[in-house]
């Protein structure tokens, strides 16, 4: 039985599944604005990738490499979560406006 491709299944769901909450931390903290760090790892992973003659190891490689180039387009559309109010907005960046607050009743925004 042949288990490698099991194998690199596997470690693909584990790079996706860690490069979520990268990304939301990533947009948290610095916006969108980092995606060139992730085109720069991604770029040398891929890079990596194509001259490393083990299977496995250069299969994984490019793995995390795509997943890098992927995370572009998941930094855009977490911004685009961040202004639909689906995940909170960082109040200490500049030029941020945080509408994520919870309501706590002291507001006086409404007619009594």
Known sequence: MHWLGLVIGGCTFVIIGVFHPIVIKAQYYFGKGCW???L????ICLGAAAIISTLWLSSLVAILGFTFLWSINELFEQE???KRGWFPANPYRVGLKNDNKPNDGKSNNHKK
């Open 80 to 82: 685009e979560r961040v």
């Open 36 to 38: 060139p760090v992730f």
């Open 40 to 43: 720069l790892f991604g770029a």
